[in-house]
């Protein structure tokens, strides 16, 4: 049940309903929290959790925010100081920046979560609005930005899953590599070590036999 709700939640990891993401809220939800707490997701997420819990709908609770439309940060690049904090909380990994240097927000991957801005010490991130004509490419589709952003928020939720399991697999086989060339090179030093010994052995049996022939 838990992944079934997971599945209708935007995917914005915004925080807004109170919980660490989308899927502690659809954890919170099957123990019998409200369903009415996801402002990204709106009216049509509330509608369809009530329906999967067979529960009766509730109107956005308030304390949440209001249902928005879609936005995405913006960075004022010439007072951005470069301190990464925004880059930290990003839960889309859709800022890109080094220490020191200017920031950016790929704005293709960026799901409005606003979490990036009250960690910025110099306030220099605004959110903008998408306005409606404005599209978006989802799946090689070019879509409604204001009929479609749930299925973007998904969309690249997916796409970080997706981006962070293969990089897994890569550190993975990047470990397994590096121990694997430890082991061949204890294995090697292992064979060295037996083979100096044996050396060593041969000439101490050839000096016993050579004391015994000279001392009968």
Known sequence: MVDRIDEILPQTQCEK?????CRPYAEALVKGDDIN???PGGNETILALSKLLSTP???????????????VA?????????????IKVCPMDAIVGAPKLMHTVITDDCSGCDLCIDPCPVDCIIMREVKNEDTVSVSSQTISAELNQSYRWRSLHAK???RLANEAIKNTNKETTIKEASFSRTNARKEIKDAIGRTLQKRKIA????????NP
């Open 17 to 21: 309903c109170g919980y660490a993401g």
């Open 37 to 39: 707490k996801c402002p």
């Open 57 to 71: 709908y509730l109107a956005l609770n308030p304390k949440h925010e209001k249902i928005t439309t879609q936005k």
């Open 74 to 86: 913006y960075i004022i690049e010439d007072q951005c100081i470069g301190c990464m904090k925004c």
């Open 160 to 162: 970080r899953q997706t």
């Open 207 to 214: 000096q016993d036999i050579k004391l015994n022939r000279h």
